[in-house]
């Protein structure tokens, strides 16, 4: 089996990344929970996956934690692993999960709208981390990562690429080809390229009005964010600076009161 793995480069982080561990421990969580029988396991793909032509509701929610196979799940769990961190470090905890939850969302919708006649149920976390991938691409687009060309688990060679050329390769097809076919699959199509698209875009979009909005101004400029927005909120730049400036005085006043101070130096 010859595949490509993508890797950071470089990777510095502010805070502990609580939802991304979480996602990933449920994720895995539901996948052993799922019976081994076959029969019992598609009747929860047909319970749980979306099924565009008898689509329910919580489906647009179960369908993103539900994995075909080990395969399906440890990449899907590898790229949250190796892009979430870090949009999770920008965007706080709870931003992170709502473009997780919201990329999800978008791209089953228009999966499902695409496909109203279709009676295959659709399973993962690849529109969610799709939005993952989206968002690091614009958020860290300069950023070295590698691509290691892997034969089964053994690297042949490696080469380097930006953050956004490595994801653009990784998810442009899939936004080109749902664009191109109006989120229409082909039935024969193992992958819901729909969803993957649709979820990038959103990552996109969101990442392009965090940086609009000034969060990786703040985010390079403060060492700690808010507890769930992370750099969201625009006062927090404003209060920190303050807090800077006051600390700076009182170490100029500490300062020149030693300077001052005839007696000065070691006593």
């Known amino acids: 089996m010859i595949w490509l793995l993508p890797w950071e480069e470089e990777s510095s982080l502010k805070h502990v990344h609580w939802v991304v561990y979480a996602l990933i421990a449920i994720n895995v969580g539901v996948f052993l929970a799922m019976p081994g029988a076959e029969q019992a396991a598609e009747a929860w ?3 749980y996956g979306l099924t565009p032509a008898d689509a329910r509701w919580f489906q647009f929610l179960t369908a993103n934690f539900l994995h075909s196979g080990w395969m399906h799940l440890l990449g899907n769990m590898m790229f949250l692993y190796l892009f979430g961190d870090n949009v999770e470090d920008v965007l706080g905890p709870l ?3 709502v473009l ?8 089953d919708l228009v999966f499902v709208f695409g496909n109203e006649a279709s009676h295959i149920p659709s399973v993962g976390a690849s529109g969610c981390i799709a939005g993952v991938a989206g968002a690091y691409a614009v958020l860290f687009a300069r950023q070295p990562c590698s691509v290691r060309l892997m034969i089964v688990v053994f690297p042949v060679f490696k080469f380097h690429l930006s953050a956004i050329w490595l994801l653009l390769l990784w998810f442009g097809m899939d936004v080109a080809r749902t664009i191109s076919e109006h989120g229409k699959l082909d039935e024969d199509d193992g992958v819901n390229f729909v969803a ?10 969101v990442a392009l009005l965090a940086r609009w909005n000034g969060v990786m101004r703040r985010y390079e400029a ?4 808010h507890a769930l927005l992370g750099y969201w909120p625009r006062d927090m730049e404003a209060a920190y600076f303050r807090e800077q400036r006051i600390l700076a005085a009182r170490r100029r006043g500490r300062a020149e009161g030693r300077a001052g101070d005839p007696w000065g130096g070691e006593r």
Do not use: D
């Open 45 to 47: 793909y047909t319970r």
């Open 95 to 97: 931003g992170f999960l």
């Open 100 to 107: 997780y939850l919201l990329s999800g969302f978008l791209g």
């Open 196 to 205: 993957h698209g649709i979820g990038f875009l959103c990552g996109l979009a």
């Open 222 to 225: 403060m060492p700690v964010g």
